[in-house]
T-cell receptor, first 113, second 113 residues
Framework: GQQVMQIPQYQHVQEGEDFTTYCNSS?????IQWYKQRPGGHPVFLIQ?????EVKKQKRLTFQFGEAKKNSSLHITATQTTDVGTYFC?????????????FGAGTQVVVTP | KAGVTQTPRYLIKTRGQQVTLSCSPI?????VSWYQQTPGQGLQFLFE???????NKGNFPGRFSGRQFSNSRSEMNVSTLELGDSALYLC????????????FGDGTRLSIL
């Protein structure tokens, strides 16, 4: 079953507001990546977090990796219409000798002007 | 540098048929992963190839298979197609070391009638 859960599934945001999407794993992750998929497009890599408690910022986007490396969050401030799309987290899970990425189901973001 | 190229972009098949999808990775990338994307399910990992060897696989039935050639190009085959196989199939390439960012192609939209 799905090991990496992502909430919320949908997020309607007024332009200028902030929002957060959360990613939770049942197992410890080696690292976590975030991707953005615009409508009709393909996922595009945003960032990777590796260390416990790591925080990274990209302009209005703030990414966090939990202390236990089982959860992560993406916070967007002052949402703009260009933020529309689906945001996926992908956790690196090591079950055998080589890790594989487990993607969350994504948070679809709709921005109203 | 050219991105990941997937062909064909669209395919329509009927139940029971088989299909082959192709993926050309970014030059220099040795790892190719395949994902199935359906609404609400996010990206489901099919398998990963590295240096012509399957390095990892997801939980899909044996009807789904793949291979990688010496030039890192990869193909995915689905036999005995079922209605539930209708999806967007995405290919992603990376350098090959564990946990590297993945670069996605535009996908092949497969519709089963």
């Amino acid at each position: 079953g799905q090991q990496v859960m992502q909430i919320p599934q949908y997020q309607h945001v007024q332009e200028g507001e902030d929002f957060t999407t959360y990613c939770n794993s049942s197992t410890t992750l080696s690292n976590i990546q975030w991707y953005k998929q615009r409508p009709g497009g393909h996922p595009v890599f945003l960032i990777q977090l590796v260390k416990s408690g790591e925080v990274k910022k990209q302009k209005r986007l703030t990414f966090q990796f939990g202390e236990a490396k089982k959860n992560s969050s993406l916070h967007i401030t002052a949402t703009q219409t260009t933020d529309v799309g689906t945001y996926f987290c992908a956790g690196l899970v090591r079950a055998d000798s080589w890790g594989k990425f487990q993607f969350g189901a994504g948070t679809q973001v709709v921005v109203t002007p | 540098k050219a991105g990941v190229t997937q062909t064909p972009r669209y395919l329509i098949k009927t139940r029971g048929q088989q299909v082959t999808l192709s993926c050309s990775p970014i030059s220099g990338h040795r790892s190719v992963s395949w994902y199935q994307q359906t609404p609400g399910q996010g990206l489901q990992f099919l398998f990963e190839y590295f240096s012509e060897t399957q390095r990892n696989k997801g939980n899909f039935p044996g009807r789904f298979s793949g291979r990688q050639f010496s030039n890192s190009r990869s193909e995915m085959n689905v036999s005995t197609l079922e209605l539930g196989d209708s999806a967007l199939y995405l290919c992603a390439s990376s350098l090959g070391t564990e946990g590297q960012p993945q670069h996605f192609g535009d996908g092949t939209r497969l519709s089963i009638l």
